[in-house]
């Protein structure tokens, strides 16, 4: 354990700046969500006819969380956001403790530190330690914000723990994936995996039987029901499955080969396809997995978001001020929120094509791109590589969110037409991907230490500007500053061909800006 002190300061300094995003982003959505069902069910009687209206729908139900949380308006809020904001918090801990175990073994820098004064538990310790850090201060600002907003401090604190305790399980959980594979692949792979399963157990828990909710972490923070009764014993349900999992890590660790997995990892094949003779191929075989998860992740989004469509417009009926927060306001109802929840896929898209184009960057600094363009293949023959996953993922990634969509609702309502309808439509917002994955790519090129923080930034304040304009009152100049402002609210709004093609041109002139700062710039600096 020597030396877990110092790594966990370092770890502190490494996390400075994506640590606050991750649980400002967490209290945010709270925050947002709280004052929004406040304004929108302040009475008894409002609070009532929405427990009718979602308490028999099913799909909400599953997508949500238990109709007992619609007993009062603090509960109405930890029922709309408490399991999307468990998987924002366990996707940070997943982050956070593989990077710094998993991560740093394959990358050199655990060998590194392990040559100095430095036990064999240290890394792991410190990791989860941090883990620790990042979860109490999400559950105090996620209670702090609910606290804020007008809601009771013993129920506040409840939700805030609860998030901590979720959080901690899948920190816990990640440590032991860092045991068992060689790489980080495999290590959020798993627990990406598990995460799901976790969602889809209190998803089936919820709108069937509700034993299968309490095999899941999320279920078991729902279930604290923190604004009334108010329980605080699912919280040692999280507790003991933290402790064990790191009883289970720590175990594991001192078992194993440094550097090497419980499992070991596949042989390849001896000799490469095809598919590998040139850079497009290889940067596609260090990407599918990636690009098959958010395909389906996002697909499946997607029919969850059809599969409500039949059953908006009663809701609307029921609530009509909600209808202030659909493009379009309460005329053409269906549409207004099918394009509403296109435009989230289209989010999530660009998200992807961030996340990828920014692997250009991760491949230099680690130095695999070196080896690769010591050949003869050349830098804008790789670079071309890379971003046309991003861009060509992307792509599909929104179409197939927009088909999985139209499929959905057009079984609710008989009309299988609305997939194609559903999939051409979600294709008007990939010119607005494209240009927030222009971002990074003029990064890379360009600002190369900075591509990141551009790259995000460019995609959080699409966001901010797409889901809370009017939430904040934005000016009308910031929100043109979003590309997505510019594009037609597609189904709801007809298509023009001017504003895409705008947006398009765009795009590849930030794209061949970077092309162009790529080549004159030094690889891995």
């Not at 655990?110 to 883990?131: F, K, T």
């Not at 598919?275 to 997995?289: E, I, K, M």
């Not at 930030?510 to 690889?523: N, P």
């Amino acid at each position: 354990m020597a030396g877990t002190r110092a790594l966990l300061q370092f770890s502190l300094r490494l996390e400075r700046i994506r640590l606050p995003v991750w649980i400002l982003g967490a209290g945010l959505l709270f925050g947002i969500q709280s004052v929004q069902s406040q304004n929108l069910y302040g009475t008894p009687e409002e609070l009532a006819q929405l427990r009718v209206t979602l308490g028999g729908n099913t799909a909400v139900i599953a997508m949500s969380g238990p109709a007992e949380l619609l007993n009062s308006i603090g509960n109405e809020i930890v029922f709309e956001m408490f399991a999307f904001v468990a998987i924002i918090v366990a996707l940070m801990n997943m982050f956070l403790v593989g990077r710094h175990t998993r991560g740093d073994e394959e990358s050199g820098r655990a060998e590194l530190i392990r040559s100095a004064r430095v036990g064999r538990r240290a890394p792991l310790m410190a990791a989860l330690l941090l883990a620790l850090i990042a979860d109490l201060v999400t559950g105090l600002v996620i209670s702090g914000v609910l606290a804020a907003t007008g809601l009771g401090l013993a129920g506040s604190a409840l939700t805030g723990a609860a998030i901590a305790g979720a959080g901690l399980v899948f920190a816990a959980l990640t440590a032991v994936a860092a045991q068992i594979f060689e790489n980080t692949r495999g290590v959020y792979g798993i627990t990406g995996l598990v995460l799901g399963a976790s969602y889809a157990l209190r998803a089936a828990g919820d709108a069937g039987d509700s034993a299968l909710s309490w095999a899941s972490p999320i279920g078991w923070g729902q279930r604290t029901m923190p604004f009334g009764p108010g329980r605080w014993w699912p919280l040692l349900l999280l507790l003991g499955t933290t402790g064990a999992l790191v009883w289970i890590a720590l175990a594991a660790l001192d078992r194993r080969d440094f550097g090497a997995g419980l499992v070991r990892p596949r042989l390849g094949r001896p000799q490469a396809s095809w598919a590998l003779r040139g850079p497009s191929g290889l940067a596609w075989r260090l990407q599918r997995g990636t690009v098959i998860g958010w395909v389906l992740g996002v697909g499946l989004l997607g029919m969850a978001y059809g599969s409500l469509g039949d059953s908006i417009e009663a809701y609307i009926e029921d609530n009509p001020e909600v209808a202030a927060f659909l493009p379009g306001g309460a005329a053409d109802i269906v549409d207004a929120y099918l394009a509403l929840t296109l435009a989230l896929c289209a989010l999530l898209a660009a998200a992807f094509g961030v996340a990828s184009a920014l692997r250009i960057r991760a491949e230099e600094t680690a130095g695999r791109a070196e080896p690769v363009l010591a050949t003869a293949t050349g830098r804008g023959r790789w670079l071309a590589g890379h971003l046309g996953v991003a861009l060509a993922g992307s792509a599909l990634v929104l179409v197939v969110s927009g088909f999985g969509e139209g499929l959905s609702y057009g079984l609710t309502v008989g009309d299988p037409g609305q997939a194609l309808r559903m999939a051409g439509s979600a294709l008007v917002y990939l010119p607005a991907v494209w240009v927030i994955v222009a971002v990074p790519a003029l990064g890379v090129g360009w600002l190369a230490r900075a591509a990141a923080i551009l790259g995000w930034t460019a995609l959080g304040y699409c966001a901010v500007v797409q889901l809370f304009a009017d939430s904040f009152r934005l000016p009308d100049w910031a929100r043109q500053a979003s590309p997505f402002t510019h594009l037609p609210a597609a189904p709801l709004e007809a298509v023009t061909a001017g504003p895409i093609i705008a947006l398009s041109v765009i795009g590849i002139v930030l794209i061949a800006a970077g092309f162009a700062g790529f080549q004159r710039r030094d690889v891995g600096y």
